[in-house]
């Protein structure tokens, strides 16, 4: 068994009882009763899977997170050793594994076995897990919820139709049932009552009707150019989510202007909506946790979303043929006691259907819904569009398409100093009648992190940008990059396509550092190149500790060395 380097290997506070009647999987069935009771029985149905899938998420974690209070472990054989001695034993897990359905995630401390993840945490007493314990037992429950209510979607009448008239990127969001794929707290939206989750979440596919509220314009602070059709006069009308003006505006002063005034589709992100009628997404505050992050709008997300974009439009105008930016159209935040609020702010932001100019015959989609699976658990998305153009086999191909698309104009923006966050949400891939990758399109600027010094040698100003965006660090810049995209959007997409078969996972693997071999080659062989090339072929490859954040109760990104899959090829030189 392998030692744990770098946490805390301090005693264990003593364990707890394991929960016998989780509160959130009861009071949840409770409120369904009286919101929805026709989903009631589905519910219950689906509480067992939901467990199974957090707990798998968990497992994951202790196999290999540096979590307080684990001594050793060893993912090939599944066994965690407690600095009390105890140990844990469950299905051995690489890290970037997805639950499968029916999959058996089983966990036995010292050989007792659990299936209920927020049981089995507070039976391990790990320092800090309290508030977490809370969120586990939410994410089973609302996890539970989420699939009940997507089953009954896809069931009714027509649905087979794909979205049925609904824009097609939102209908393909709101297919993404189970959330986050590694994050434990997947499906946790502990602010949300039954109803609201229901009323507001995407996978239940609802249209939410978003408040105005009136703002004087001496009040706001502005970037961009603020649209006439959201003006009254001398005031501002910024849309705010329903969930925010009934729970939140009251505290701060305001209430609606106009309720319901803009009809829209909630997409993956839950905040972010397309209204019916077309036009810009609208980026609302919805100051509430979900999975990992309180969900506002910064001071600087809207100073920064108009000089962001048009810095990133400059950076990426020669790579508009693979990689385009969702511009940032304008945002806006009401002043609360002299300071912009961040519960009270919006971003008006392009579609990204509308950046990637699509043509007859392409969709787009975020990569993440590529991996996911529909309701009912059939295969992930990404087997089924190969199987419907009659290629069933062609993963690799397909994947060494998409490497090759990605990779390239990917590390050519971190080599002249932005570094996006391209996880599998922020990342969206456009596929034409037969399901090959085309284009990217790149959204939520929030995420991107620029170098000055880097962008300054290539030619680009970053000074009109600020706040945390900013960061000369060469290792924040790759972490950000290469722990968002190979960590997770790669992740996911080998693992939808392997399937657990371990051969084919690792020969897919070598197709995505090929592409990265390849990628690297095409960029001059400056020294900062090289050091990223190093970096990028190293033997670990740092990502997101998402479990370790909720147990420190952190919401600043904290990340963990795991095993590189791209280091065992070769290394190459950058030479051209």
Sequence with gaps: MHSAPDHDT????????????????????????????????????????????????????????????????????????????????????????????GEDTTVR?????????????????????DALLAELDHSVASLALSRAGAARAASAPGAGSRSGGVDPLAYIEQSVVDG????PCCRSRPGLAVAEQLAYAPEHRPVVGLDLVAVPAGRCRVAGEWPDRLRDGDRLLLPVHPWQSAHVLPELGHRPYVTGAIPARPLMSVRTLAPLAGGPHLKTALTTRMTSAIRDISASGVENSAPLSALLGHVVADLADTLRITR???????????????????????????????????TILPVAALAARPAGDGPPLIRTLLAAAGAPDAGTDWLAAFADLAVPPLLRLLSRGVAPAAHGQNLLVVLDAHARPRRLVYRDLADVRLSPGRLARHGFDAAPVGGRVIDDDPEVLRTMLFGHLFGTTFGTLVSALADHDRTAGTRLWRVVAAAAGRACDGLPASPENRADRAALFAPELRVK????????????????????????PPQRKCTS
């Design 328 to 362: 940032n159209l304008a945002g806006a935040s009401a002043l609360v006691r002299g300071e912009p609020s961040a519960d009270l702010a919006v971003l008006l932001r392009e579609s990204p259907a509308a950046a990637a100019r699509l043509r007859p015959g392409e």
């Design 545 to 568: 500790a998402l479990t370790l954040m909720r147990l420190r109760g952190v919401d600043r990104d904290e990340w963990m060395p795991l095993p590189n899959p791209l280091a065992d």
């Design 109 to 129: 401390l010292d050989g007792r076995a659990h299936d209920r993840p927020a049981a089995l945490l507070a039976e391990l007493g790990l320092p800090g897990a």
């Design 10 to 101: 301090g005693a264990l506070p003593a364990p707890r009882a394991p929960e016998t009647a989780p509160g959130a999987e009861a009071s949840t069935a409770r409120e369904l009763a009286d919101a929805a009771p026709r989903l009631l029985a589905a519910y219950h149905r689906e509480l067992p899977p939901a467990r199974a899938a957090v707990l798998g998420r968990l497992w994951r974690a202790l196999l290999h997170e540096p979590l307080p209070g684990i001594a050793a472990r060893d993912a090939r054989t599944g066994r965690v050793k407690l600095t009390d001695g105890r140990v844990l034993s469950g299905p051995p897990r690489l890290p970037y594994d997805l639950v499968a359905p």
């Design 180 to 183: 986050h794929p590694y994050h």
